[in-house]
């Protein structure tokens, strides 16, 4: 397991903006495509976003489409989620992953070969 550090979250007002990153200084960043997953409690883990090793081509989820940005830098190993007016159901803890490729199926937690530990996003209403 090639450790992830995700950070950025917080409590934040229905309305708000919050940017999550997430870092590695022990992986190939540049090789993998990096997605983002959040599970809120009792809830199943669901894909939130993911961008390929180029940056192109960036999957969403229908729930975050037109709110979230995913980005990254591979010159700084870092992922970027951009979170911009937060509803109360986005509530959860974030997670950042790596795999080989974003795919049709991109949302399978099952291609992803490394996970970040998670930062919690709390969306007061």
């Known amino acids: 397991q090639v450790p992830m550090v995700e950070s950025g979250g917080g409590l934040v007002q229905a309305g708000g903006s919050l940017r999550l990153s997430c870092t590695t200084s022990d992986l190939t960043f540049a090789a993998y495509a990096m997605a983002w997953f959040r599970q809120a409690p009792e809830k199943e883990r669901d894909g939130v976003s993911c961008?390929?090793?180029?940056?192109?081509?960036?999957y969403y989820a229908d729930s975050v489409k037109g709110r979230f940005t995913a980005s990254r830098d591979n010159a700084k190993n870092t992922l970027y989620l951009q979170m911009n007016n937060l509803k109360p159901e986005d509530t959860a803890m974030y997670y950042c992953?790596?795999?080989?490729?974003?795919?049709?199926?991109?949302?399978?937690?099952?291609?992803?070969?490394?996970w970040g530990q998670g930062t919690q996003v709390t969306v007061s209403s």
């Open positions: 961008i390929p090793w180029m940056g192109n081509k960036i």
């Open positions: 992953a790596a795999a080989d490729y974003c795919t049709a199926s991109w949302s399978n937690q099952r291609q992803y070969k490394h």
